[in-house]
């Protein structure tokens, strides 16, 4: 009943989009096969490379997912082209959540599906190149704190704008001491969440801020991992393979949270 209150309060994404499946080379040999939400007004759009988490891209279906939907026909309601990569799927693996030796980490392979996501959007005629930015969730969330960092700048000219990360694995990039954003980020994550800690990532962001860079961080009470998600009921999943504590288990499920980032999100995008 709670989730429904939300849903309409928040109202559902608008179903606008030019939705296709497209394939590019990856840097690493593979086809990288994609999903692409359009605005079906003509003209050149604003774009966003959109980066899944460890649960993948896709649904039993072989469609994207409930909030990837959610998410791309939101955006692209809003003139937005969105692309998902999917970076397990093209290389025939299913979910990675309980995998802890994985082949495809959010630090190299999916660092390089993101910069080849952007020049392949480089290429289309209906994005404008200067206004791409970057986009991603959890493992993906994770993929974009590396993405943004000045060694993984592409050489081509062509940058993503800014970049936002949902709830990623911030302890990593902190304890290194060297972390460093070339681009406005926004962070957002739930105070709750037991499967990838809000302290690191606040502590991550005021080291930042205190070097100049533009990071925000935003926090949200009580909201766990997924809060975003349009209809996803308070849950806990066990054997993962990376939580905060270690033990594999953590909270998952929607929260009042989704109403403030899917605001706030367009908005950072767009400014």
Not at 141 to 153: D, F, N, Q, R, W
Not at 262 to 267: D, E, L
């Amino acid at each position: 009943m709670a989730l429904a209150c939300l849903a309409a309060v928040i109202g559902p994404a608008a179903a606008a989009a030019k939705v296709q499946q497209v394939t590019f080379p990856g840097a690493d040999g593979v086809t990288l096969k994609a999903w692409v939400y359009a605005p079906t007004q003509p003209g050149q759009h604003a774009a966003v490379v959109a980066m899944h988490g460890c649960a993948g891209l896709t649904d039993d279906n072989g469609k994207p997912s409930e909030r990837h939907e959610d998410w791309g026909q939101r955006l692209s309601g809003l003139g937005f082209v969105v692309l998902f990569p999917d970076s397990f799927g093209s290389r025939g693996l299913g979910p990675q959540c309980k995998v802890g030796d994985r082949d495809v980490r959010p630090s190299h392979e999916r660092v390089d599906d993101a910069a080849v996501a952007l020049a392949y959007l480089g290429t289309q005629a209906n994005i404008k190149t200067q206004a791409i930015s970057l986009l991603g969730w959890s493992n993906g969330g994770s993929t974009v704190l590396y993405s943004v960092e000045p060694k993984h700048a592409p050489r081509n000219g062509l940058d993503f704008a800014k970049a936002v990360a949902f709830y990623p694995g911030c302890r990593v990039p902190l304890e290194t001491g060297r972390w460093k954003t070339r681009m406005p980020l926004l962070i957002l994550i739930g105070q709750a969440d037991d499967w990838t800690a809000a302290a690191p990532c606040i502590d991550l962001g005021t080291a930042a801020k205190a070097d100049g860079l533009a990071v925000d961080v935003v926090t949200y009470p009580n909201a766990y991992h997924d809060f975003d998600h349009p209809n996803l009921p308070v849950h806990t999943i066990d054997g993962l393979a990376f939580t905060a504590s270690g033990s594999g288990h953590a909270h998952t499920g929607t929260n009042p949270a989704r109403a403030d980032a899917i605001t706030r999100v367009p908005a950072f995008l767009a400014r």
